[in-house]
């Protein structure tokens, strides 16, 4: 039996999604779940979250070419070898990664190649063991660290490697910001999960007697998460609602093809949105510093006054949260 994964991902950039992840990534961690998180995408920042700099530099000094990364995992299928089981960096007692690597973005063009392969009679082995690359280094992963959960974070994009991601993923989850992109986004993204989704299922058809297990491909939403910004004077309260309260409809329509989505419903009363998060703008640059979630700053790390009670309420916020994935993922919480 695979380990579930769930990415996180929209079209639309500069909405917290790393951020999401990895505090996410921490809460389920703390709260006694097993967790691999995957660094997805190209631009390496949730590794970057995770893991200091003078480690990173250490680690290309010294063995460039372990497979620490997911691209020295899947290097090997750019010439004749096969995947490699990923090293994994431990973060916690519960929680690893499979390390990001800016090299990932040369693999796209061995992943457009492989996808119109995978759909003929030909040999099927190598654009079946290319395309689901990530989602064996994902399973590889998970076992070695006995996961109940895998998280992965991607950017912000529609291209190959995306989609052998989404086609990795057994569950997804949209973070928002509230702005016209976000909802441009959500229009990209609806139309293009029914199309993945259906050229996957050919594909697997093609191929009735695989050689090594296969992603099923489902990418189902679990809902959306609301990344509320602090209103500052050129973007007045009532342009936030003008946005925000378009999301519910807009995320039905597109994700969940309810084409009778009500306009009326708000995102404080729509069963589609996981949560709104604060922004907790004042606790980041500490939560930076300390190299450390916002919800686990101390008053060693300087949260005292306001800031240690914006600290619980974070912690309430992404322990709900979290949560709530778990449960509609079908991953049993403790």
């Not at 063991?129 to 590889?140: D, E, G, K, P």
Request: with cysteine.
């Amino acid at each position: 039996m695979s380990c579930p994964v769930i990415t996180f991902f929209n079209n639309k950039g500069g909405v917290g999604k790393t951020s999401l992840v990895y505090h996410i990534a921490w809460m389920m961690a703390l709260q006694g779940r097993r967790v691999v998180v995957c660094d997805l995408d190209p631009q390496a920042n949730l590794t970057t979250a995770f893991v200091p700099e003078e480690d990173l530099v250490t680690q290309m000094e010294t063995a460039s070419d372990a497979p620490r990364t997911i691209y020295r995992c899947i290097e090997p299928l750019t010439k004749v070898g096969d995947i490699r089981n990923p090293e994994l960096t431990p973060i916690s007692q519960n929680l690893a990664l499979i390390q990001g690597d800016i090299a990932l973005s040369s693999f796209e063009d061995q992943l457009s190649e492989q996808w119109p392969k995978a759909a003929d009679s030909g040999d099927h082995f190598r654009p079946f063991r290319v395309l689901t690359a990530f989602w064996q280094v994902m399973q590889l992963g998970a076992k070695a660290w006995n996961a109940d959960v895998i998280l992965a974070d991607v950017g912000p994009n529609l291209g190959a490697i995306n989609r052998s991601v989404l086609i990795a993923s057994d569950f997804l989850v949209v973070p928002l910001g509230a702005d016209l992109f976000s909802l441009q986004g959500l229009r990209n993204l609806g139309p293009t999960l029914t199309r993945w989704r259906r050229d996957w299922k050919i594909r697997l058809g093609n191929w009735q007697a695989p050689d090594f297990p296969l992603p099923e491909g489902h990418m189902k939403p679990l809902g959306y998460v609301v990344q509320q910004h602090s209103v500052r004077l050129s973007r007045p309260v009532l342009a936030y609602d003008r946005w925000i309260n378009r999301i519910p409809a807009e995320y039905a329509r597109q994700l969940l093809d309810d084409k009778n989505a009500d306009p009326e419903v708000r995102p404080a009363n729509d069963p589609n949105c996981l949560a709104t998060l604060k922004h907790y703008r004042s606790l980041v640059p500490m939560a930076q510093e300390s190299r450390k979630p916002i919800f686990s700053l101390t008053v060693a790390d300087g949260a005292i006054g306001n800031h240690l009670a914006a600290v619980k309420l974070a912690y309430d916020d992404f322990k709900a949260l979290a949560g709530k994935i778990l449960a509609r993922a079908g991953c049993s919480t403790q």
